[in-house]
């Protein structure tokens, strides 16, 4: 693995050594098919854009996640139930597996009402600020 490769997983991996190890063998594999003896920052950033790992480490239900407090509850904050159900998905798996490098990273507000999508959140995904009539004042 060259310094770039190993730089790229590590960083997109979340600090978390047990991620990285998954995604370094992925990119092996990803070594592997197109010949190459080295895993270089191209076929890391390959590996981990079929992985739907985007550059901030944000993966398919990280990206569900902001845009349902985005989209579905219009930017007001939001209780982790109702995020769960519309995510149809586990309330202790949000709470332990998502949430924590969200708000770490600023994408996420855990606030006394709910969580809310931080302006990161709205222009990672590319989105607006456009809560519809009546809540535009309130931000």
């Known amino acids: 693995v060259s310094d770039d490769g190993a730089r790229e997983l590590g960083r997109r991996a979340r600090g978390t050594p047990r991620v990285a190890n998954r995604w370094l063998r992925r990119a092996r594999d990803y070594a592997a098919v197109a010949h190459r003896e080295t895993i270089d920052r ?3 950033d ?3 854009t079929d992985l739907q790992v985007d550059h901030e480490g944000l993966n398919p239900l990280d990206r569900d996640y902001l845009r349902v407090l985005i989209e579905r509850f219009n930017g007001r904050p939001v209780g982790i139930e109702a ?3 519309a995510l149809s998905e586990d ?3 949000l709470e332990f597996m998502v949430e924590p ?3 770490q990273q600023a994408f996420v507000d855990r606030t006394a009402r709910g969580r809310l999508a931080t302006d990161k959140a709205i222009h ?3 989105l607006t600020k456009d809560f519809g009539p009546g809540q535009r004042d309130l931000f």
């Open 42 to 44: 191209e076929i890391a």
């Open 46 to 48: 390959l590996t981990l």
């Open 83 to 85: 995020v769960a159900a």
């Open 91 to 93: 309330r202790q798996t």
């Open 101 to 103: 490098y969200l708000v």
């Open 124 to 126: 990672h995904l590319g």
